[in-house]
Structure formats: C-alpha cells, structure tokens
C-alpha cells in the first residue's frame, strides 16, 4: 500500500502519460535516502532540478521532507507503487540502497522495465556492481558522501566530464572545449576576466598539457581542466556557446 505522501505526489504529477516537454532541467527519481541517496537528491533539488525522493523509512522521509518537496515513504520493491507515481517516465533514476543489496536488485530492475531512460545504482561491493550491470544498470558506483555530492553535480551540470570540490566555492572540473573559445588562444578566450576560472591543464588525446601558456591555442575535441566555482564554469559553458 502507499501512503498518503505518495497519492499526494501522484496527483502533483499530473497528466504525466502525455509526451514530455522539452526542458532545460531534468527530472530525478532517487530510491534509498542514506547518507549517499540524501546528500545526491538534495545537491539535485538545490541545482533546479525536480527530485522524487523515496524511502522506506518514515524517519528519514520526515526529516528529508524539511528540505526536499517530494518526498515519499514507500516499499522501493514495490513495483506498482512506481507506475502510480509514473516514475518511467523520468529521465534518470538512481538506487542508493545500501544495506539490503535484494531491494537494490529488484528496484533496479523495475525501473528499467518501466522505461526509465538512465538507471544509476549504487553498490558496496565489485560483484554487486557486476551484477547490477547484467541486470540492466546504465552505471554502477561504489560511492560514499562526496560522491554523491560530486555526482549530483555532474549530473545537473551537462557540460561537466569530471567534478572535484576542493572547497565549499573551490573546484576542479573538466569540460569539453566550448564552441566560442575554439580556435583562440588562452589570453584571446579571456575566461578568467570573464569568468573568474582558470585553465590549468589541456587534454589533447593522449597529451596532457599542464599550466598551458596564454599563447596555447585551443582546438576541437581540447578537454578544458578549469579551477574556479562550480557556478562560473556552468556560466562559461552556457555562454561561450555550448560544447563542441
């Protein structure tokens, strides 16, 4: 049976059979709210994005209700409770659930016969994760806490290849050479009068160009190591005219 949050959440949704729109944020449903589940679904739901968050466990989903808006306590194997709540048709789903590797199982593979387009699944173990890949899992990580924050940022950030949160307000990340900066040099882009990040390393293929001179110039298919704050490299992404 689901419970009152669930019906709740269900009519929110609405009409949610008919085509999706095309939107600029994404749509999450995440299943088990431990410390990894919790900590992703909330980095999620602060980056815009809309969040499903689902849990056995009626502490959890009260406390979490408090931060996120779309929280429910329900059996994650319960199979039903998914098409009610039309969770296949959600862009991406990721299973957090830690401790009881069966649930994580079932949950898994309900949502990749409901059609949902991406599952991530956590797992503690290398033979979980190979199990969990046989069984239709898209990606498989052994995570803990900063992962899941650093995952949550990949996710809502599409241009973002790798994340690395060095500080609060400080972060490594790698992109893919945007459009405009394309066959300019480094003073030529500007990026960091304009953006306040700085290119510390150039993946060309193989060839890893460390500290690169302003003169360097930047080509197609580059892979930009940027330091700064998450929110300007998401900036310099979107404004430089989007990825190669």
Known sequence: MMTEETRKFSRFLGARNSPPRKAKHNEFVVIGLGRFGSSLAEVLHERGHNVLAIDADSTLVQRLSH???HVVQMDATNRDAYIELGVGNFDTGIVCIGTD???NLLATVILRQLGVRRVICKARTRTQREILMKVGADEVILPEHEAGVRLGRMLSSSGFLDYMELHKNISVVEISAPKNVVGHTLIES?????????VVAIRRGDEVISLPMA??????GDVLVLIGEPNACEAMVEKEGGLE
């Open 190 to 198: 500007r990026l960091r009068q304009k953006y306040g990040v700085v």
């Open 101 to 103: 590797f069966e649930s």
């Open 215 to 220: 003169d360097e110039l930047i080509r197609r």
């Open 67 to 69: 931060t996120l808006p």
